[in-house]
């Protein structure tokens, strides 16, 4: 599985992005794609995960913010992040997970920073 990520940038505060990941491979097997994030020296957070039956997962600090999503079509999911916070800042990471063998596979990370 190959995941190519893409959206991220430079937004001032309450701004909005949208980042994206699209899969490819045998995605067949995977049941669960999500983003994380990571700060210098802190460890990678769940940000938000969606399940292959749509369950979605946040993560606190971004409800009511972050909205998870995907186009079964393009085999892509997608991260609307509104009203963006200086705690925001993060390299950002999709992640897809198969559950056959408990593997995770990255996508490279992608660079969000909030900042006037």
């Known amino acids: 599985v190959q995941l190519q990520a893409s959206g991220g940038g430079l937004v001032q505060p309450g701004g909005s992005l949208r980042l994206s990941c699209a899969a490819s491979?045998?995605?067949?097997?995977?049941?669960?794609m999500g983003w994380y994030r990571q700060v210098p020296g802190k460890q990678r957070e769940l940000v938000a995960s969606?399940?292959?039956?749509?369950?979605?997962t946040y993560a606190d600090s971004v409800k009511g913010r972050f909205t998870i999503s995907r186009d079964i079509a393009k085999n892509t999911v997608y991260l609307q992040m509104n009203s963006l916070k200086p705690e925001d800042i993060a390299v950002y990471h999709c992640?897809?997970?198969?559950?056959?063998?408990?593997?995770?596979?990255w996508g490279k990370g992608t660079q969000v920073t909030v900042s006037n």
């Open positions: 992640n897809a997970y198969q559950p056959m063998g408990g593997v995770n596979y």
């Open positions: 491979g045998s995605i067949f097997s995977i049941n669960r």
């Open positions: 969606i399940t292959s039956g749509g369950s979605t």
